[in-house]
């Protein structure tokens, strides 16, 4: 782990750390999630994907997604 000197105002700090405590963790892990969820490059435009739809995020392979589309079009072409 590295250590970061950051420069914030008392109050900011003071919420912060009363933040962290509802929340049940650290104020240094609450910063180091918010920088993860920031883009990894500054030309990122994807979306950044949290809760529920990260867990989900890639649970389903590309074979099975051009199967679902294969199905999907079957379906539309039989009751059109």
């Known amino acids: ?10 109050e900011v700090v003071r919420q912060a750390k009363a933040y962290a405590a ?3 963790q650290s104020l240094s892990k609450l910063v ?10 500054e030309n990122s435009q994807s979306p ?3 809760g529920a ?4 995020a890639g649970i389903i392979s590309e074979k099975e ?3 679902a589309k294969d199905y999907s079009d ?3 072409d039989k009751y059109q």
Do not use: G, H, I
């Open 1 to 10: 782990m590295n250590k970061l000197t950051l420069t914030v105002d008392p």
């Open 22 to 24: 509802k929340q049940q």
């Open 32 to 41: 180091e999630n918010y920088l993860k969820s920031l883009p990894r490059t």
């Open 53 to 56: 739809v990260a867990e989900l």
């Open 65 to 67: 997604l051009e199967d």
């Open 74 to 76: 079957f379906l539309q």
């Open 48 to 50: 950044q994907l949290t």
